[in-house]
T-cell receptor, first 114, second 116 residues
Framework: AQTVTQSQPEMSVQEAETVTLSCTYD???????LFWYKQPPSRQMILVIR??????QNATENRFSVNFQKAAKSFSLKISDSQLGDAAMYFC???????????FGQGTRLTINP | GAVVSQHPSWVICKSGTSVKIECRSL??????MFWYRQFPKQSLMLMAT?????????EQGVEKDKFLINHASLTLSTLTVTSAHPEDSSFYIC????????????FGPGTRLTVT
């Protein structure tokens, strides 16, 4: 069964600095999607970034980028120029394509220090 | 972007009563919707997959007679918590992928259920 592991329950970073959140996953599939979602205090889930496994190029969205290492089954999120509004829970997720279900990691709570 | 709504956003009910939560895709059709449960400071746990026109598929350990799911139309799925008890108190979230684009999932804002 597919599993997603986030080993950092909490992270903190100074405003304007860079932080990397870690995620590893386990799967026997060769084609799949990975995601990072943000859940602010409002608890609305917000898609941050998506990576297709067949693409070797790492996905980027403005200040957010990923380091996708398929062989190592690693999918880390880098947030550059951290802003106060980035404070939230961040969840790494894997899409089980056949069942079309998302499997979430345990989450990392990110604090931004002013 | 696509919008998914949930109603109510917050509900309090007495132990032993039933409560219905609605999930609507406002500007797209969704043949499948997903229901999650989230405890405080924890991750999202998938409860069931709601399928339009057919029975829901429940995850292992989820009581299908307690959590009734009905996917009445291509834009509406409902979750009914029957004979609610305090341990059912939680945050319930639905998501709806666009038909034909399952990697694009849109989440509702969630419903906080408190059972007294």
């Amino acid at each position: 069964a597919q599993t997603v592991t986030q080993s950092q329950p909490e992270m903190s970073v100074q405003e304007a600095e860079t932080v990397t959140l870690s995620c590893t996953y386990d799967t026997s599939e060769s084609d799949y999607y990975l995601f990072w979602y943000k859940q602010p205090p409002s608890r609305q889930m917000i898609l941050v970034i998506r990576q297709e496994a067949y693409k070797q190029q790492n996905a980027t969205e403005n200040r957010f980028s990923v380091n996708f290492q398929k062989a190592a089954k690693s999918f880390s999120l880098k947030i550059s120029d951290s802003q106060l509004g980035d404070a939230a829970m961040y969840f790494c997720a894997y899409l089980i394509q056949g069942a079309q279900k998302l499997v979430f990691g345990q989450g990392t709570r990110l604090t931004i220090n002013p | 972007g696509a919008v998914v709504s949930q109603h109510p956003s917050w509900v309090i009910c007495k132990s032993g009563t039933s409560v219905k939560i609605e999930c609507r895709s406002l500007d797209f059709q969704a043949t499948t919707m997903f229901w999650y449960r989230q405890f405080p400071k924890q991750s999202l746990m998938l409860m069931a997959t709601s399928n339009e026109g057919s029975k829901a598929t429940y995850e292992q350990g989820v009581e299908k007679d307690k959590f009734l799911i009905n996917h009445a139309s291509l834009t509406l799925s409902t979750l009914t918590v029957t004979s609610a008890h305090p341990e059912d108190s939680s945050f319930y979230i639905c998501s709806a992928p666009r038909a034909g684009a399952m990697y694009e999932q849109y989440f509702g804002p969630g419903t906080r259920l408190t059972v007294t």
